[in-house]
């Protein structure tokens, strides 16, 4: 099914009118002040009735019905306290939105819940996980405080819990040194973005708590930096070093403070004064110019492009279902909260994104609580529409997309070459020049995701006999260590073009004393092919493993069959990929490596359950000093003879033909040089470089 | 304020990480029990060793060391503590007990839970004994862990009785 037509099924009706926003009562209440503002009750009012906003609503019921749980009174517990908090924030916006003293009763009852033991927690990193608690509860009472159900006597007791929670959450993470070097130092990611969302969000609703102004000034010092280019968290053209799953965690809740800082001072400049106590200038991160006590005005990013632009590359990104691809340690996800950037200058494209996605269409509680947020800020007057960009190449963040089109059938390729900042992430994969493809709705030749069975071990997925690369003696790429110990595994993209429905991209990466040039071209919307240039100081001949892993065979289901010049998987749906493979330096061997059950190089996961299963994989096989290879990657939807290919017996080199939707294309390679002719155009490859002609 | 590691198998007597000083301390609400599969150190995935792991239980108390960490070492003394409790061992921070009751402080403590795969449970003790001899793995010799273990917490004078006996029998 078509992304245009679910929106359209999504939405009801495709004219959906254009309501002026309300101009705000004068003088504005004080409350509500956080996640939203008085004025926005006329709004969100206005919006009722039509979808999506009644299923948005309906998310905000069903959290609003569920009883509260009672907390183990020896061990505070966050995942408890945060379901009990957005249970309370429920329940307080519908007693907000509809004057409805039944549910204030219950948003009020639902602090009773809420303990002050939090220094019985046992959870190493609870930093991470306070978010739902203190977002949740200090929006309770913001918006208690907007209804006349909430006597001052409570207003204070709420107020007190949650000051003291995080004066403790401040004191164990930021003001000791230890605990803060060892959790939040070595993770300039998620960890100090949600710990510093947390603590500011207490700020900001409580700003005269004698504290107040410390936790302010370290949490926005530390947005700032990690949003800017000093954190290095954001590469310059919006990819975020820890891959789009954990991004989701840094993405939602900085939403929802900076939406917060927004509503409170949209008028006024936030002055604070820095706090660099969490900065680290270690590889990769930039030195340290922050100086403790310079007074500076935080400027919110919400309307930033750079900001926007995140959003945008994690849209790039996206499989042609909508979902994230797996991609460092990540499995099949929606992005939670772009369609708010609706209300503050975003494009409708991010909305489009939310109300299409095939897996898990609005999604709005990845990393976040944001369903009342969606309810105040998706405006449904921008225009929801496809990014008027297909291919993608952002060399900073290390990802070129290949993508014939936003349909859901669309053939998507994605080529990584990582370096620096953008790979230096503790979340990341051996996996350079790796190359990943899906079409006709299936995700057909993968990356393996995230399978860890040790918590404290690295994915075993995450080195390189995992990915889709040229192996050599069995490695490509060494090996990452624990924690900040990167490895040698720097690649890089050097190269793209596109020409409609064609577009290349070039990725290289050192290893093994060998450079690898890979060059991905998509031919037309219709398959795939791959150049790979090898060049060694070694003279010595070694094994080379051209290696593929595609979604079928095993416990993935489907089929898989190996072929004299490669293999083909077919899922169960009937959608499948041909790979064939040769080389110019010699004949190659098609076989599979050793299998173990539950082990690499077979296994992952990364689909939405989390089911770990095994695939089958293809290794071409050849021992040589630095062979070239040419690959065809030819996806289907039901074999048929609309998709011929053959390998040519030519003099000096390998070649293919290929007949598609009606066309014949040609692929050589002699090692030196490769070319690929279509009817329209012809691609060369060689040492410069790739270039389209004419 | 100190960031604390508690140890409370071979952390007790082979730290092998900087720290600041270390302090004899335990945790309450935790019973330590050889009860955890070691492939990697005491054993090999072949031949798996058996290592202690801590239990729940309300009213026990467990002795051990705690280690008040260096902040300029952080990142490697953590993933060196990863990478010696990886077999399925999570990280918790239990309030540490100096000797005079349960305090502010708590320490890192990596435990291993009965939904980890290396997870064995318990035996008699004569076979855990047999078990202990037969295994040994890159960090030496299974009974040597029991052994040193058992030395140390006498040393400190909080000799565990579940440590002693295993001990014991392994000695004889």
């Known amino acids: 099914m078509k992304r245009l037509l679910l929106l359209v099924l999504l939405l009801g009706c495709p004219t959906t009118p254009v309501e002026p926003e309300p101009e705000p009562d004068d003088p504005t209440p004080a409350h509500p002040s956080m996640m939203v503002r008085h004025h926005h009750k006329d709004v969100i009012l206005q919006r009722l009735g039509r979808a999506p906003y009644d299923a948005i609503l309906a998310d905000v019921e069903e959290r609003a019905a569920q009883d509260y749980e009672e907390d183990d009174p020896d061990v505070w517990s966050s995942s408890i306290n945060g379901r009990n908090a957005e249970r309370a924030q429920a329940n307080a916006f519908l007693a907000w939105l509809f004057d409805d003293e039944a549910a204030a009763d219950k948003a009020r009852d639902g602090f009773t819940y809420l303990g002050t033991h939090w220094d019985t927690n046992q959870t190493w990193d609870i930093n991470i996980r306070m978010p739902h608690s203190l977002m949740g509860y200090v929006n309770a009472l913001d918006l208690l405080q907007a209804t006349p159900w909430m006597p001052d006597d409570e207003v204070q007791a709420a107020r007190a819990k949650l000051v003291d929670i995080t004066d403790q959450f401040f004191a164990w993470f930021l003001l000791d040194e230890g605990v803060r070097a060892f959790v939040l130092g070595p993770a300039q990611n998620n960890h100090p973005i949600r710990t510093a969302a947390a603590i500011g969000y207490v700020a900001l609703a409580f700003p005269d708590h004698p504290t107040a102004d410390l936790w302010a000034n370290w949490a926005f010092s530390e947005l700032q930096y990690l949003w800017g280019p000093e954190g290095r968290y954001v590469q310059e053209d919006g990819g975020v070093s820890e891959g789009p799953f954990y991004f989701g965690f840094a993405w939602g809740v900085a939403a929802a403070i900076f939406i917060a800082l927004d509503n409170l001072h949209a008028d006024d400049p936030f002055e604070l004064v820095q706090d660099c106590r969490n900065r680290n200038d270690g590889d990769p991160w930039a030195p340290i110019s922050c100086v403790d006590g310079t007074p500076f005005t935080f400027a919110n990013p919400l309307r930033d492009p750079s900001y926007h632009a995140t959003v945008d590359w994690s849209l790039a990104l996206s499989l042609p279902w909508g979902s994230r691809p797996p991609l460092a340690d990540a499995y099949f996800n929606p992005f939670n909260g772009g369609s708010l950037l609706s209300s503050f200058g975003g494009d409708g494209r991010y909305a489009w994104d939310w109300l299409g996605n095939r897996d898990r269409p609005m999604e709005m509680h990845h990393g976040a609580d944001l369903v009342g947020h969606h309810l105040a800020y998706f405006d449904d007057a921008v225009t929801m529409e496809p990014p008027p960009w297909t291919h993608r190449y952002l060399p900073a963040a290390g990802n070129a997309v290949l993508r014939s089109s936003w349909e859901q059938d669309a053939l998507w390729m994605l080529l990584v070459g990582e370096s620096g900042p953008a790979r230096k992430t503790l979340h990341d994969h051996v996996d350079g020049t790796s190359l990943t493809l899906a079409a006709h709705g299936e995700y057909l030749l993968l990356d393996p995701g995230y399978y860890k069975p040790s918590q404290l071990d690295n994915a075993q997925t995450a080195h390189s006999p995992s990915h889709n690369l040229v192996l050599i003696d069995g490695l490509a790429a060494p090996n990452k260590g624990l924690l900040t110990n990167w490895g040698d595994a720097d690649a890089a993209l050097v190269g793209f073009d596109e020409r409609g429905t064609a577009a290349f991209a070039v990725a290289e990466q050192t290893y093994q004393d060998t450079t690898v040039t890979r060059t991905a071209v998509m031919v037309d919307g219709l398959f795939g092919v791959v150049f790979d240039r090898l060049e060694t100081t070694s003279g010595d001949a070694r094994e080379h493993r051209w290696r593929m892993h595609g979604y079928a065979g095993y416990t993935s289901g489907g089929t898989f069959a190996l072929a004299d010049d490669g293999a083909t998987w077919e899922r169960p749906s009937g959608v499948g990929v041909q790979v064939a493979v040769a080389s110019p330096d010699g004949l190659i061997s098609a076989e599979e490596p050793p299998y173990t059950e539950g082990a690499p190089p077979h296994v992952h996961e990364f689909e939405l359950n989390r089911e770990v299963r095994d695939h089958a994989v293809l290794d071409a096989v050849i021992t040589a000093s630095a062979p070239d290879f040419l690959a065809i990657l030819a996806p289907y939807s039901a074999p048929s003879a609309a998709f011929d290919l053959q390998e040519l017996d030519v003099g000096g080199g390998v070649a293919f033909e290929i007949t598609a939707d009606g066309a014949t294309y040609t692929a050589t390679f002699d090692g030196t040089a490769g070319s690929l002719t279509a009817p329209d155009w012809t691609l060369t490859v060689d040492a410069a470089g790739a270039a389209f002609s004419p | ?172």
């Open chain 2, 1 to 172: 304020m100190i960031s604390w590691v508690f140890g409370y198998g071979s952390l007790v007597w082979r730290p092998a990480f900087p720290y600041l000083h270390r302090r004899p301390a335990a945790v309450h609400g935790w019973l330590r029990r050889f009860w955890q599969a070691s492939p990697d150190h005491r054993g090999t995935p072949e031949a798996p060793g058996r290592v202690v792991t801590m239990v729940a239980e309300a009213a026990a108390v467990t002795w051990g060391m705690a280690y008040a960490l260096d902040p300029a070492y952080a990142a490697r003394t953590l993933a060196e503590l990863d990478h010696r409790e990886k077999a399925g061992y999570l990280r918790l921070m239990l309030p540490l007990d100096f000797g005079e009751g349960p305090t502010k402080e708590r320490g890192l403590v990596y435990v291993a839970g009965p939904d980890n795969p290396n997870f064995i449970g318990g035996d008699t003790v004569e076979a855990m004994a047999a078990h202990v001899r037969g295994a040994a793995g890159p960090s030496g010799p299974n009974p040597e862990y029991v052994l040193e273990l058992d030395a140390a917490l006498r040393a400190m004078g909080r000799p565990d009785p579940h440590v002693a006996a295993l001990a014991a029998l392994l000695s004889s």
